[in-house]
């Protein structure tokens, strides 16, 4: 278990592909990310007030956003 606290820049940086799109939070950044492997949906709420999620629907992507 304590290896995975380990690999965030592994995963965030590599290009391998998935065999399923992985939605994530747990690193913040100034907007959200998607692509072809990954969804990184963490905005900083905390911090910056933007609160994301990502709404999934068959092959649908919505990304909702509130300021709080």
């Excluded at 990184?40 to 007030?49: E, I, K, M, N, R």
């Amino acid at each position: 278990m304590s290896r995975i606290l380990f690999v965030r820049d592994d995963f965030l940086n590599d290009k391998a592909r998935f065999e399923k799109v992985v939605v994530h939070g747990h690193t913040p950044t100034p907007e959200p990310h998607l692509d072809k492997r990954r969804i990184g949906v963490d905005t900083g709420a905390y911090a910056t007030g933007l609160l994301t999620a990502i709404r999934l629907q068959e092959t649908r992507q919505t990304l909702l956003q509130a300021r709080i």
